[in-house]
């Protein structure tokens, strides 16, 4: 990932693991229904970046949760690595395995029932194969909502979602995937079940394994399906994009928005203007709300209950702010159709990034009180390295920024390149110093295994190594992710 | 805790502990400042039920992370038992060890410092020994409101709140303990100081050992300090008393109040008429709202935006239950006073029902729609163990009830112990039936060892040891509690 002396390449543990060859799918076919092994379409070894591959797998695409746990037992036997696999957008390589022997790709879309949703309850039962998207629609029909949202979400599916503690624009108010959860059926490395699908919202009873599995990347186990906790809908929903001199500024606001509706704030994203001006230079087309262009931009929508207007709401939020400085203009959605063209701008700056050329980007977290320093100081370290743009944006209520580096203009990437490793560096060091994360949503992967090493507490590293250990003396679920095997 | 024949008692490690001696007191004596070391007082062996006394112990109250990490080293070398000492609250002997070598009691009462608060983002920083109480004091002083609310806060420290993952009376908004911690510092088995004190919504960095060691009751580790989230104070907030016919017309009203506030229930508490007689019978001066107690009552809270009244809020949501024949009668507080008597009948149900005097308690919890199956039928079985009375009430919004059984009118419990066991095993079976928990907020101690050994998933249980015996192989913290040692 970058220049540095690679750090100790401490291992969890023991046995090399052997290919999925033949002989496991001569194994593997005796005990399952035919049909459940087949080839694996190139789809299920690339991803979504073309970032890397996996040169050779074998796939299994089981039924039913007896059907996971008879696979992981045949392949602890003959000590062969597994990879679940859901809708395979991860973004740092949890479902492809570069190096190695061949492994078993277990994929989770043929069990995608709905087994059960008790809207007065406000939970649901799935199993992980089910898409997001899918899963969104189930609520929506019992009156519920079920709010995680993500760009992938017509793709990715919830077991994918749990083991990456997916997060998304609802985040702030509802919570990361792992907040969402309320238990989960999972197939442990020796081959067990374990059965906790439970619908509680307080169970005090041991060490809480959900959120163990949950987050682990598919390296302690396999979840086959999750009880999720539903919302109701807001009865009334308000957008508005407004005007701030800087992250402060919009950090205040934010305080006021969440004081003013006893924490009603479902997004509150913020944009550059280096952002803005992208959004100009490649998608001309797009009305943006502020002829000049600010310094920085807020995306806000609220969630609020029935007997309040949205708009009269978010009209005295931006009066008290103008008055103390906060906000120089604003507009607020009247429709929603103006608030689907808000959010077009914020869901269009990953095209327009792309389209543009980002030399390297990140997926970072600060404290919130933070981010106004960090992005000072992250500007004047990008800017010793060279005539650089930077176009930095995302959940400002979550502290998650997505700190993006692209050449100057009419500048190409490419001829950048040489920069990237120097960039990343100073970006994650300073994430580092902050207080910060360098993977506030997407996970390590094999990507980021470095970085973890690197930046991780080495207690947390340690317990970690122990953890795998234990739950997976043989090392056979998803080898090298998250810890190197 | 009942009468069945015991489960396998399988431990989860190996060697004897020995007992904290003088020479331990030697060694810890010479790497420690004067007077950390002390005698283990009363009300360090003690717990508030006198169910069970530590009979001898060594006692150390360390005032740095340092000092903690210190002694966990000599104990660790010395092969001692340490006991994480907060407030002494616990209600399962978490903090008690009746049996086996004394053990050093390691009270983190000294390092109760506010270390940082951050209003704009919500988080504050404090260390294990702060009481509850002085942490949502320091809250309420930047304007903020930290929601974790028991009765024993003026006395449960962050720290035992966490170690427990605390529950109590605003979970149904706010969440457990666990869901109001962002992270955490940790002295682990070895010695070694887990520095994961982050001030972050969003951290994917590989598995969240937070959540293992928040509910892990001081097994895993040694919680020295938390960052811990807060909330916007509601503008405005609203409480109501319902007569309602049933559980389940009490579940659809929730899911009504849900629906109209967009979320904003802060609590939701259920209370049967037997409650409601037994407040008549020992606290006769208690006001109550309703002449002809009703066979359930509901307390409700809400929690609003600056705009909304929220005795109108309350007022509709009551006219609109009541044409669906889901409530017949309501009283809506109009004071802070009236709000304060109406929270005083909830109050009181635990004094109430000291002095009548219970054959046996439960803390258990329940999916929300399978609570009225679960009343009817608890109702029958114990009715078929002879003539006694049901006091049921609880968090209903958490599915969380507190389900007491008490002689007949005028008879005493000591009359009817021998029906104890029984009662426990028709309540506990029946709870683990319907899918709920025997322990929904108060944990495992050394009190439902059994009971978690009975009732517990056997892949968690055997994942649950494999952990203990790979962060703690000695089985120095806190040996005995949760699982057997």
Redesign the interface.
């Known amino acids: 990932m970058n220049g540095l002396a690679a750090p100790p390449k401490a291992c969890f543990t023991g046995p090399m693991l052997n290919p999925a060859d033949a002989a496991l799918a001569k194994r593997l076919s005796e005990c399952l229904p035919d049909g459940t092994l087949g080839r694996a379409e190139p789809r299920y070894l690339e991803e979504p970046r073309d970032l890397a591959v996996t040169p050779s797998a074998l796939l299994a695409r089981p039924r039913t949760t007896d059907e996971v746990a008879r696979i992981v037992r045949v392949c602890a036997e003959a000590r062969v690595g597994i990879v679940p696999w859901g809708g395979g957008t991860g973004l740092v390589l949890g479902q492809v395995v570069p190096e190695g022997p061949a492994p078993l790709i277990l994929s989770l879309e043929r069990m995608c029932a709905l087994r059960g949703i008790?809207?007065?309850?406000?939970?649901m039962l799935v199993e992980a194969g089910m898409t997001l998207a899918e899963a969104q629609a189930a609520a929506e029909k019992s009156?519920r909502l079920f709010p995680l949202s993500l760009a992938s979400e017509g793709t990715a599916r919830i077991g994918g979602n749990l083991a990456?503690?997916a997060?998304g624009t609802a985040?702030?108010r509802y919570?990361?995937a792992?907040?969402l959860c309320l238990g989960v059926e999972a197939v442990?490395p020796d081959g067990?079940?374990?059965?906790?699908l439970?619908?509680?919202?307080?169970?005090?009873?041991?060490?809480?394994?959900r959120?163990?599995l949950?987050?682990?990347e598919g390296t302690?186990g396999i979840i086959t399906a999750a009880t999720l906790r539903l919302?109701?809908?807001?009865?009334g929903i308000g957008t508005a994009a407004f005007a701030v001199a800087d992250p402060s500024a919009s950090?205040?606001l934010?305080?006021r928005a969440?004081?003013?509706?006893?924490?009603?704030v479902t997004s509150f994203e913020l944009m550059s203007r280096q952002g803005l001006f992208f959004l100009d230079e490649v998608l001309p087309d797009l009305r943006q709300p502020f002829a000049k262009r600010p310094d920085w931009m807020v995306l806000a929508e609220l969630?609020?209950?029935?007997?309040?207007d949205p708009e009269?709401?978010l009209a005295?939020l931006y009066e008290a702010a103008a008055e103390d400085g906060l906000v120089s203009d604003g507009v607020i959605a009247s429709s929603s159709a103006q608030a689907r063209a808000l959010w077009k701008l914020r869901e269009a700056l990953p095209e327009a990034n792309r389209r543009i050329g980002a030399i390297a980007s990140h997926d970072i977290?600060?404290?919130?009180?933070e981010i106004a320093a960090f992005v000072d100081r992250a500007g004047a370290a990008i800017g010793a390295l060279g005539d650089l743009r930077i176009n930095c944006f995302g959940?400002l209520?979550?502290?998650?920024l997505h700190y993006n580096v692209f050449p100057p203009k009419g500048g190409r990437a490419a001829d950048h390149r040489h920069l990237a490793d120097a960039i990343r560096q100073a970006v994650h060091d300073l994430a580092h110093e902050f207080?910060?994360?360098?993977?506030?949503?997407?996970?390590?992967g094999r990507l980021?295994r470095d970085d973890?090493e690197r930046?991780?507490?080495?207690?947390?590293?340690?317990?970690?190594r122990?953890?795998k250990?234990?739950?997976d003396p043989l090392g056979i679920m998803n080898p090298g992710a998250?810890?190197r095997s």
Not at 118 to 123: A, F, G, I, L
Not at 192 to 196: F, Q, R, T
Not at 231 to 235: F, I, K, L
Request: net charge neutral.
């Open positions: 008790w809207p007065d309850e406000s939970v009156g990456t503690n997060g985040v702030l919570g990361n792992r907040d442990l067990s079940v374990h059965h906790g439970k619908r509680l919202r307080k169970d005090n009873t041991g060490y809480d394994l959120h163990l949950v987050g682990s302690l919302y109701p809908r807001p009865a950090l205040n934010l305080a969440q004081e003013r509706t006893a924490g009603g969630g609020l209950p029935a007997g309040l009269t709401v005295e977290s600060l404290p919130l009180s959940h209520g979550d502290g998650n207080g910060g994360s360098i993977s506030a949503e997407h996970g390590i980021k973890l930046y991780g507490d080495p207690a947390k590293l340690s317990a970690m122990a953890i250990a234990a739950l998250v810890l």
